[in-house]
């Protein structure tokens, strides 16, 4: 594929409406998550994962679709750690994709909730899904895309925050709303903890919750091999005492995903 954004346009199942209106601070964000040890130390952890797997196979020259790919910065820190790959975005929204683009990641405009993905059957060796898949609204074709255009043996990584975690286990027992969701897209209210930032409200586009459990049963209905599920803990935009001891219990909880913040799965391609 050439360099540039190329735009597609095409039918399918409408969006809700005014949700992804939302304005997403893509683009003005890029130092602070280049310098956020949260977000480059989640993104290694999955690259190290992917790694592991990757060096099973024989295949050494891979096409790697970064789905959702934001301003390109998850692009970025994957194509730095990910051996032996070749890189391409998919995303959503324009401003966005001409930022991934001016950082010289091939980007493809397009929106998987009104259209199909613009690739041919087949094509890709590995799909990664870093955070999208709770903005989704049809889920199921979103996890049939990613099927058609893997490879036969080829490996979907996703990460979503998992809406049973520990710390949503004691807000909820105690009558507050669950972290990573939000009743307002204007402001961050009735949780536990509310981190103290000038960012707009985090996850106040997020349409789908998920257990671990339960997205793992998804995508074996979709004729995906759970690989691997790891606990990769959160991003926290504040340093204190409170998300301190979060990151810690967190860290402690990589090998009990379904108690983590956040999940990776790594799920293999079914031969059908």
């Known amino acids: 594929m050439g360099e540039g954004i190329m735009s597609l346009e095409g039918g399918g199942l409408q969006r809700l409406k ?42 050494t020259d891979r096409l790697i679709l970064d789905l959702g790919c934001g301003s390109g910065i998850s692009t970025q820190l994957l194509r730095q750690e990910v051996k032996c790959c070749e890189f391409i975005g998919l995303e959503r929204w324009q401003k966005a994709a001409k930022e991934a683009n001016s950082k010289g990641v091939n980007v493809i405009l397009s929106d998987i909730d009104v259209s199909d993905m613009p690739f041919k059957d087949e094509c890709f060796d590995i799909v990664f899904s870093g955070d999208v898949i709770e903005h989704i609204y049809d889920t199921d074709h979103f996890i049939e895309e990613v099927f058609r255009i893997l490879k036969d043996g080829g490996l979907f990584v996703l990460t979503v925050p ?4 520990l710390f949503n286990r004691i807000a909820v027992l105690l009558g ?27 996850s106040s586009d997020h349409i789908r919750v998920f257990t671990v459990n339960s997205l793992s049963e998804l995508l074996k209905r979709y004729n995906f091999i759970i690989l691997t599920r790891r606990g990769i803990g959160a991003r926290y935009y504040s340093e204190n005492v409170i998300t301190k001891l979060a990151k810690v219990i967190n860290k402690m909880l990589y090998y009990a995903p379904t108690l983590a913040s956040s999940v990776v799965i790594i799920a293999k391609k079914r031969r059908i």
């Open 162 to 165: 998992n809406i049973t975690s």
């Open 176 to 202: 507050f709303q669950p972290f990573s969701t939000n009743v307002s897209t204007k402001f961050s209210i009735g949780h536990l903890y509310e981190e103290k930032t000038s960012k707009s409200v985090h």
């Open 18 to 59: 005014n949700i992804h209106k939302i304005q997403h601070p893509y683009g003005e964000c890029d130092t602070t998550l280049l310098s956020d040890k949260d977000f480059v130390t989640r993104y290694r952890m999955v690259a190290k994962l992917i790694n592991h797997f990757i060096e099973l196979e024989s295949n």
